[in-house]
Nanobody, 121 residues
Framework: QVQLVESGGGLVQPGGSLTLSCAAS????????MGWHRQAPGKQRELVAT???????KYTDSVKGRFTISRENAKNAVYLQMNSLKPEDTAVYYC???????????????WGQGTQVTVSS
C-alpha cells in the first residue's frame, strides 16, 4: 500500500557532496516523523538525521555541521544533503517514515530499499 523509493547514492571522493532523496507513494493519509539511517559493513544500523516532528531535527554527532535533512510535504519527500563527506560515511543509507495509512487507519513505519554511498579516493 505504501512504498518508499530512494535515489542519489553513489561514489564520491573525500570532501565531496551528495544529496539523497526519498519519496513515498501509495495510500498515504499523512506523514509524521521522517529520517535517515545508515548501516556500514559489520556495524549496526544507526540514526543519521531525523525530523522529530514537522520542523525540529536531530543529527548524530558525527554528521553535525556536514549533513542537512529537509522535507517537502507536498511531494511526500525527505532529503539528505551530505557535504564534506568522509570515508567513514560509507554505508547503505535508508530513509524511513511514519505514515498514516488511510485504509488501515493507523500509523506504520516504512523503510526505503537503501542506497549505497561510498566515499573513497
Amino acid at each position: 500500500q505504501v512504498q518508499l523509493v530512494e535515489s542519489g547514492g553513489g561514489l564520491v571522493q573525500p570532501g565531496g557532496s551528495l544529496t539523497l532523496s526519498c519519496a513515498a507513494s501509495g495510500d498515504i493519509g499523512s506523514i509524521g516523523a521522517m529520517g535517515w539511517h545508515r548501516q556500514a559493513p559489520g556495524k549496526q544500523r544507526e540514526l543519521v538525521a531525523t525530523f522529530t516532528d514537522g520542523t525540529n531535527t536531530k543529527y548524530t554527532d558525527s554528521v553535525k555541521g556536514r549533513f542537512t535533512i529537509s522535507r517537502e510535504n507536498a511531494k511526500n519527500a525527505v532529503y539528505l544533503q551530505m557535504n564534506s563527506l568522509k570515508p567513514e560515511d560509507t554505508a547503505v543509507y535508508y530513509c524511513t517514515m511514519l505514515i498514516w495509512v488511510r485504509s488501515e487507519m493507523s500509523f506504520s513505519r516504512y523503510w526505503g530499499q537503501g542506497t549505497q554511498v561510498t566515499v573513497s579516493s
